[in-house]
C-alpha cells in the first residue's frame, strides 16, 4: 500500500499557485518524496523529489517540513494544462535490497479552471 | 529530449490470444519497468528488469506473463492467454542505474481483451 494520503480532488485559478500537500508520517530517513503527475491516460510524468531540503526545478516546487512527515508541490502558475492527477511517493534512497518499483496510490485530481 | 516509446499504441486481442508490448526505454537507462494501469484504478507494479534478469515482479506477474531484452533497444512484455482482466493501459519505465534513480515512463500501451 502507498505510505502517503493525499486530498482527493483540488481546484485552482488558472494563473494561480496550486499547493498540493502530501503527508508521509511513517516516512523513513532513507526515504526520498517523489512526486509525478498523469494527464489522461497518459503515462506518469516525473515532476520532481527531494529528501531533506526543498527543491525547485523548471516545472515545480517542492517544500518538505523540517521532520519531513509531510511535503507540498508547488506549481507556481497553474495552467489549464496542468490539470491532471498528482502523485505523491516515498521510495527508498539506498541501493540494495530494497524493491526499486514505485507504489503509486490514488493521488490528487487537480482542476485547474480558467 | 530522450523519451521511452512503447508500441502499439491500441492493442485489441482476442481472449487467449498471445500478445507482445513493445518498449524502447532510455538509450543509456540499464534498469527496465513495466506498470499496469486497470480503467480508474491506480497504477500497478509488474516488474522490473535488470542485467538480463527479473529483479523483482509483483504477485500480478504470475506464468502467463514474461519480459525479455531481445536486442539492445527493445524490452518486451508477453502474455502468453490473454484474459479479459487483462485489459489495461500498459506502461513501460527506465531508469539511468540504481534502483532509486528516477524512472521516466513512457504513453503506454491500451490493451483491449474481447
Not at chain 1, 481546484?11 to 517523489?34: F, K, M, Q, W
Not at chain 1, 523540517?66 to 497553474?78: G, N, V
Request: net charge negative.
Amino acid at each position: 500500500d502507498a505510505k502517503t494520503t493525499q486530498p482527493t480532488s483540488m481546484d485552482c485559478a488558472e494563473g494561480r499557485a496550486a499547493n498540493l500537500p502530501c503527508n508521509h508520517s511513517t516516512i523513513s530517513g532513507n526515504e526520498y518524496v517523489y512526486w509525478y503527475r498523469q494527464i489522461h491516460s497518459q503515462g506518469p510524468q516525473y515532476i520532481i523529489h527531494g529528501l531533506k531540503n526543498n527543491e525547485t526545478n523548471e516545472m515545480a516546487s517542492l517544500i518538505i517540513t523540517e521532520d519531513r512527515k509531510s511535503s507540498t508541490l508547488i506549481l507556481p502558475h497553474a495552467t489549464l494544462r496542468d490539470t491532471a492527477v498528482y502523485y505523491c511517493i516515498v521510495r527508498v534512497a539506498v541501493y540494495g535490497g530494497s524493491q526499486g518499483n514505485l507504489i503509486f496510490g490514488k493521488g490528487t485530481k487537480l482542476s485547474v479552471k480558467p | 529530449e530522450p523519451e521511452v516509446t512503447q508500441t502499439p499504441s491500441h492493442q485489441v486481442t482476442q481472449m487467449g490470444q498471445e500478445v507482445i508490448l513493445r518498449c524502447v526505454p532510455i538509450s543509456n537507462h540499464l534498469y527496465f519497468y513495466w506498470y499496469r494501469q486497470i480503467l480508474g484504478q491506480k497504477v500497478e507494479f509488474l516488474v522490473s528488469f535488470y542485467n538480463n534478469e527479473i529483479s523483482e515482479k509483483s504477485e500480478i506477474f504470475d506464468d502467463q506473463f514474461s519480459v525479455e531484452r531481445p536486442d539492445g533497444s527493445n524490452f518486451t512484455l508477453k502474455i502468453r492467454s490473454t484474459k479479459l482482466e487483462d485489459s489495461a493501459m500498459y506502461f513501460c519505465a527506465s531508469s539511468e542505474g540504481l534502483l532509486t534513480d528516477t524512472q521516466y515512463f513512457g504513453p503506454g500501451t491500451r490493451l483491449t481483451v474481447l
